[in-house]
């Protein structure tokens, strides 16, 4: 019976989100750019830029380090190609891509066994229900 009023729980959370919630930890720029997205084409006339956004994309399970190293490399291989120093940081790219979608990155604590988020009807306990471990 435990198991099931848990269920429920975080069926009545989904049910009653709200994007202003605070356990949400969203933004109020992002809310602004969810809540009023761009209406256009984004124009990106950057090659350095445009060069950035697939790289980050592409490397979407991969670490900053990942991305920094394939900075410097592209940096180091194609010197003097258009838009080469124009190349964005990690932080940047990701910040870009944020304020053109309203997406970003939102987050919990977690246990550290990673048994859970602490989010939903665990954001308020400070032990893991499950291992205990705080």
């Known amino acids: 019976l435990p198991k099931i009023k ?5 069926i009545l959370a989904i049910r009653h989100a709200l994007l202003d919630d605070p356990i949400a930890k969203l933004s109020d720029d992002a809310l602004e750019r969810l809540c009023n997205p761009p209406q256009g084409p984004i124009i990106i006339d950057s090659p350095g830029v445009c060069q950035s956004i697939p ?3 592409a490397l979407e399970h991969a670490s900053q380090d990942a ?3 394939i900075c410097r490399a592209t940096a180091q291989n194609f ?6 120093n124009n190349l964005l940081s990690f932080y940047s790219v990701e910040k ?3 304020q053109y979608t309203g997406v970003e990155l939102i987050e919990h604590d977690m246990c550290p066994k990673s048994c859970l988020a602490f989010t939903g009807p665990y954001a308020n306990l400070d032990n893991c229900p499950l291992c205990t471990t705080s």
């Open 6 to 10: 848990e269920i429920m729980d975080f």
């Open 55 to 57: 790289m980050y994309l």
């Open 67 to 69: 991305y920094n190293h």
């Open 79 to 84: 010197t003097g190609a258009d838009g080469v």
């Open 96 to 98: 870009l891509i944020s």
